[in-house]
């Protein structure tokens, strides 16, 4: 019948638009796919493989996993009754990040969940998302995520740099220096801002010795800068590599505006 290629173009037109704004926005497709419980959102536009580094489910691999994992994700989400809220996105050639916070019920209570979302395509096809976020909110404390990826000769500049050398050498007064007057930094435990708080919250943290971390990949838009890292040593103790992402956003003057930091990584011995 005539009208049948017709439909056929129309379709084909369709998905060719959904992969369009797929390519654009990844992470936010993956947020897509979550809120609907539906991982078809996101096969249709990666014909390839879709993988999934979630900090509780792990490595999510294969359509049936993928799905399966979608439909608990949603299930989780609406028991809590969750509202997502997007943040920022930075974008980079073949990679974007995208900054969430879920607004989610716990113990009775709305609390403000941070958490991130990188997305990386290794060709037009495939799409690997690694999500971050702080167990110990939702699932309790005292869950290690282990490394999802190695070290990298990722090595971000200016007062990044600066911050995570003064991390690493346990020197407070350059890692209060990096930030604003009213700047904040927010690992999982809170938020601490302005020079006073900053610094003792770093000469608490720092007192006992520095925090190496791996660089494993830098996502960076002059604006915003998201580290991915593994946490190798804390304390002077080396710790076995876990996973986690800090995001930095510099203010006018070239230092920090914000920091927010998210992992599971236990302090040693604490």
Not at 187 to 201: F, H, N, Q
Request: with cysteine.
């Amino acid at each position: 019948m005539p009208w049948l290629p017709d439909l056929a173009n129309a379709a084909e037109l369709a998905r060719q638009h959904s992969r369009q704004v797929g390519y654009s926005d990844p992470a936010g497709q993956y947020l897509s796919a979550l809120n609907s419980g539906h991982a078809r959102d996101l096969e249709d536009i990666w014909s390839g493989e879709v993988v999934v580094h979630d900090p509780h489910a792990g490595e999510v691999r294969g359509h049936r996993h993928l799905r399966q994992f979608m439909s608990d994700s949603r299930k989780m989400l609406e028991r809590r009754h969750a509202r997502v809220e997007r943040g920022a996105t930075i974008v980079t050639p073949g990679r974007a990040v995208l900054e969430l916070t879920v607004h989610l019920e716990v113990d009775g209570r709305m609390v403000d969940w941070p958490a991130a979302v990188v997305a990386e395509s290794p060709d037009e096809e495939s799409v690997v998302f690694r999500s971050y976020f702080h167990q110990g909110t939702v699932y309790g404390e005292g869950v290690v995520r282990p490394a999802i990826l190695g070290a990298a000769q990722a090595h971000p500049g200016d007062v990044v740099g600066r911050f995570l050398a003064a991390l690493d050498a346990a020197d407070v007064a350059t890692a209060v220096a990096s930030f604003e007057p009213d700047g904040s930094f927010s690992p999982p435990t809170g938020t601490y801002r302005g020079t006073a708080e900053l610094r003792e919250y770093f000469q608490s943290t720092l007192a006992e010795g520095g925090i190496s971390l791996e660089n494993c990949a830098v996502t960076d838009d002059g604006v915003r800068c998201a580290v991915e890292y593994n946490c190798v040593r804390w304390d002077g103790q080396a710790v076995k590599p876990q996973a986690g992402i800090g995001i930095y956003e510099r203010g006018p003057d070239d230092l920090l505006a914000t920091v927010r930091v998210i992992d599971d990584v236990p302090r040693p011995g604490r």
